[in-house]
């Protein structure tokens, strides 16, 4: 058991588990389990992003926060996924371990508090992901920091517009291509196959109301006028087979007034892009709208298959 003032919970060094009275043999024993060098956590408790950061901050003390990847994370921001966690700090930070990556900033960046962490805010940390995600997920990133708050978008395009650092352009032009009430990230890349491919851009998340004014459904991406939907179900819709079968409902309700859906999954957007444009493309001639011949920017985001 550990000592009384030692709090097993969270992460600690060395020398804090000596000066609690518990020795190097107990720290390596099954009890515990070491996140880093020289940090240690009890085995009872899960590791997670946040925790693995807490011991980053812990074997690095001058790091002034933490940004990129892990700060997007913390901040509720959608980003591929990596082992690394990421610290900003001046020129003078430096680590050995090679899972803790350190940002040097000529000046302090932007930050501020998420889970009583301090990271780089979501403006700062976008531009500094310009310059080590590709387009699409820089988008994804940007729509979900957006999500619940149209007025980032406002800040983020004013910011990328007069920023100057590595990944500029990209900034944005990812900027200008975000956008808000964006509900899961495949809605994203969903959106983007279309835009890249050079087809018009559907509106983001309609809402169709009832004779009383209340919401009845709402449409991933859509053309109105024309009354073609394109959605995206993931998994978890049909794991949540009650939602699933609500959803089903609806949309055959909404397809009695004349509107054709397009459903997408996993499967169509990452293994076969080419046919899922070949669907959206035709049912885009069949309600009358006019297709532009596809550009083939989307095949370097998009690479299950070469193209139509």
């Given at each position: 058991?550990?000592?009384?003032h ?23 024993s ?58 900003g700090?001046d ?9 803790i ?6 000046r ?7 889970r009583?962490?301090?990271?780089t ?17 820089l988008?994804v990133?940007a ?21 100057s650092?590595?990944?500029a352009?990209l ?7 975000a956008?808000?009430?964006?509900d ?6 969903l959106?983007?196959?279309?835009v ?29 006028d ?6 995206y ?17 609806r ?9 054709r ?40 985001y ?7």
């Amino acid at each position: 058991m550990a000592p009384a003032h030692l709090d097993p919970s969270r992460p600690f060094r060395y020398r804090t588990a000596l000066a609690a009275g518990v020795s190097r043999s107990v720290l390596e024993s099954p009890a515990y389990t070491r996140l880093w060098q020289d940090c240690y956590v009890s085995a009872l408790v899960p590791i997670t992003p946040q925790l693995l950061i807490q011991g980053a901050l812990l074997v690095v003390p001058g790091a002034w926060c933490v940004s990129h990847h892990s700060a997007a994370r913390m901040l509720g921001g959608v980003v591929p996924d990596t082992a690394v966690v990421h610290l900003g700090g001046d020129r003078a930070l430096r680590t050995g371990r090679a899972d803790i990556r350190l940002h040097r900033y000529r000046r302090r960046p932007s930050t501020t508090w998420a889970r009583g962490i301090r990271v780089t805010d979501r403006v700062q940390t976008f531009l500094d992901l310009a310059a080590v995600l590709d387009l699409v997920d820089l988008v994804v990133l940007a729509d979900s920091f957006a999500r619940s708050d149209e007025q980032f978008l406002a800040e983020l395009v004013e910011a990328a517009g007069s920023y100057s650092g590595k990944g500029a352009h990209l900034a944005r032009r990812a900027a200008g291509l975000a956008r808000a009430r964006v509900d899961s990230p495949n809605e994203s890349r969903l959106r983007l196959l279309m835009v890249l491919a050079g087809l018009p851009e559907p509106v983001v998340n309609l809402e169709l109301h009832d004779k009383c004014g209340r919401v009845r459904y709402r449409i991933d991406l859509s053309y109105p006028d024309a009354r073609l939907a394109i959605e995206y179900d993931g998994r978890h819709h049909i794991d949540r087979r009650r939602q699933w079968t609500a959803d089903l409902a609806r949309r055959e309700d909404i397809e009695g007034e004349d509107w054709r859906f397009i459903v997408v999954i996993a499967t169509d957007l990452f293994a076969t892009p080419d046919r899922t444009l070949h669907r959206i493309t035709t049912a885009m001639r069949e309600r009358g709208m006019p297709v532009p011949c596809l550009d083939t920017t989307w095949c370097r985001y998009f690479p299950g298959r070469t193209g139509p």
